[in-house]
């Protein structure tokens, strides 16, 4: 996946990057199958032809390479039965019902990955949004002095904290691009950071603490960006200009 995104990079971040995540999913899964198609293959290939049982008109000897064993492990994995060549003999037997059993957890697996990946990336894209509408409200120290800001800042904290974890748990959902500048986190991020400042200039207690949680907040995602997918920057602001490069943001437009 790091590999398609650094070909994104090369071919115009702006086109081929909306593709780069997408694709290396793909690609992912097509390897997965692959491997294991061939590797039962490889399984079935000794055995041809005399462990299998073959249907009238195909002649044994004639069906005993390895292409006829990828046969079989294409028609077993993708747990459509057995076909016009079935095992019949010893461990073989065995090994069709296995391989089905793989098969289908295979396809769980990647539906599972799918189904884990688009949250993650629409719970970034709304935490960058929330902050695009916060910076073009231009929010001022005055009004985020009061309980209501209190609230924002803890809001914003927590979808900070969100994103580290899916960031954790799906590193790969990094390699998508998100596009739109306004549902880019790469984009707004540095306004969470000029929002926990400003909170540190305020009044109340409550403010200040739920700017400092911020900020814990961003250090936390900003270590995680730093060990997992860019190099050493030294400072959070510095990982997280990193990060607008390496997705082709603009930060801090309107």
Same mark, same amino acid.
């Given at each position: 996946?790091?590999?398609?995104?650094?070909?994104?990079?090369?071919?115009?971040?702006?086109?081929?990057?909306?593709?780069?995540?997408?694709?290396?999913?793909?690609?992912?899964? +097509?390897?997965?199958?692959?491997?294991?198609?061939? @590797?039962? &293959?490889? %399984?079935?290939?000794?055995? #041809?032809?005399? $462990?299998? !049982?073959?249907?009238?008109?195909?002649?044994?000897?004639?069906?005993?390479?390895?292409?006829?064993?990828?046969?079989?492990?294409?028609?077993?994995?993708?747990?459509?039965?057995?076909?016009?060549?079935?095992?019949?003999?010893?461990?073989?037997?065995?090994?069709?019902?296995?391989?089905?059993?793989?098969?289908?957890?295979?396809?769980?697996?990647?539906?599972?990955?799918?189904?884990?990946?688009?949250?993650?990336?629409?719970?970034?894209?709304?935490?960058?949004?929330?902050?695009?509408?916060?910076?073009?409200?231009?929010?001022?120290?005055?009004?985020?002095?009061?309980?209501?800001? +209190?609230?924002?800042?803890?809001?914003?904290?927590? @979808?900070? &904290?969100? %994103?580290?974890?899916?960031? #954790?748990?799906? $590193?790969? !959902?990094?390699?998508?691009?998100?596009?739109?500048?306004?549902?880019?986190?790469?984009?707004?991020?540095?306004?969470?950071?000029?929002?926990?400042?400003?909170?540190?200039?305020?009044?109340?207690?409550?403010?200040?603490?739920?700017?400092?949680?911020?900020?814990?907040?961003?250090?936390?995602?900003?270590?995680?960006?730093?060990?997992?997918?860019?190099?050493?920057?030294?400072?959070?602001?510095?990982?997280?200009?990193?990060?607008?490069?390496?997705?082709?943001?603009?930060?801090?437009?309107?």
């Amino acid at each position: 996946m790091t590999a398609f995104w650094r070909l994104s990079s090369r071919l115009g971040r702006c086109r081929a990057a909306g593709l780069a995540g997408p694709l290396a999913m793909v690609t992912v899964v +097509a390897l997965w199958a692959s491997t294991v198609t061939i @590797g039962w &293959a490889l %399984v079935y290939w000794p055995h #041809l032809p005399d $462990a299998f !049982s073959f249907t009238a008109g195909l002649e044994p000897a004639e069906h005993a390479g390895f292409l006829d064993a990828l046969y079989i492990s294409m028609v077993t994995v993708a747990t459509l039965g057995l076909g016009d060549i079935a095992p019949e003999n010893g461990w073989v037997r065995i090994f069709g019902p296995m391989e089905a059993i793989v098969g289908f957890a295979l396809l769980t697996a990647a539906v599972t990955w799918v189904l884990g990946i688009y949250p993650a990336l629409a719970r970034r894209r709304a935490l960058a949004l929330r902050l695009s509408h916060l910076r073009r409200t231009r929010t001022t120290t005055r009004q985020l002095d009061s309980a209501a800001g +209190a609230s924002i800042l803890d809001s914003l904290a927590s @979808g900070v &904290a969100t %994103v580290s974890v899916d960031l #954790l748990q799906y $590193a790969e !959902s990094y390699y998508f691009h998100d596009g739109d500048e306004h549902t880019s986190l790469a984009n707004n991020i540095g306004y969470a950071q000029e929002l926990a400042e400003l909170a540190a200039t305020t009044k109340r207690d409550d403010v200040r603490l739920c700017g400092d949680l911020l900020g814990t907040a961003l250090e936390d995602l900003a270590l995680i960006l730093e060990q997992r997918f860019l190099p050493a920057q030294g400072t959070g602001a510095a990982t997280f200009v990193a990060f607008a490069r390496d997705h082709g943001a603009r930060r801090g437009s309107d």
